[in-house]
């Protein structure tokens, strides 16, 4: 299986030169790198030349690394019906850098790309309607971030006074940020192995 990966990797390469940076085996699937100026070209590609026929569209996403300069991972899986194929192709992008919208070539990447969009803040050009789908209009940020404080910058209630939804600013007493993780099993009055605080 992996020989016949590694195989169909160097044959896409080559109908793509130039594109491809890298071709690797990545849980039992080929994993393509390609460059973010060619990401349409290599969805075409991979969708029409009849050696490869990958017509379904499985789902895009992204992936942070907040230490890199290009941070984010664009993360694309499409599926070959007819070679019975799955496929994961990756290319790199910054907060300010679209990536092209693959909504001509597969039009169910719509809303993924809108979520894409909404949870990491990469953009695609070229989308119809690339706005929120996942978190509100007015919401600050993008969730899926790695830097996206995990109590959110703001509060979310119903006012029965005003009879309205209010947004707050967020504001936690910090004795409740000290946490121990040593144990969660603080209430248990019997030994657990492993346990370092359980015969304290």
């Keep these: 299986m992996s020989a ?20 690797k085996i990545a849980y039992g699937e080929l994993t393509l790198e390609v460059e973010r100026a060619r990401w349409l070209d290599v ?9 490869f026929l990958f017509v379904s569209f499985t789902d895009i996403t992204a992936a942070d690394y907040p230490e890199r300069e290009q941070r984010f991972d664009v993360v694309l899986h499409l599926l070959s019906p007819k070679h019975n194929r799955r496929i994961r192709v990756k290319t790199q992008t910054d907060e300010d850098t679209p990536v092209a919208s693959l909504t001509g070539l597969y039009p169910g990447a719509d809303w993924f790309e809108r979520e894409t969009y909404d949870l990491f803040g990469v953009t695609f050009s070229g989308h119809p309607d690339l706005r929120r789908i996942m ?15 995990m109590s959110g910058f703001v509060e979310v209630r119903y006012d029965d006074e005003q009879k309205r939804v209010v947004y707050e600013p967020i504001n936690l007493t910090q004795e ?10 603080e209430g248990v009055q019997y030994d657990l192995p492993g346990d370092e605080k359980a015969s304290k």
Excluded at 43 to 51: H, I, K
Excluded at 135 to 149: E, M, V
């Design 4 to 23: 016949e990966l590694e195989t169909l990797g160097g044959e896409i390469a080559a109908a793509l030169p130039g594109a491809v940076k890298s071709v």
């Design 176 to 185: 409740y940020r000290k946490f121990d993780f040593l144990s969660p099993w």
């Design 135 to 149: 978190t509100d209009y007015g919401f600050d940020g993008h969730p899926l971030r790695k830097d996206f404080p």
């Design 43 to 51: 969805a075409r590609v991979l969708r029409d030349d009849p050696a």
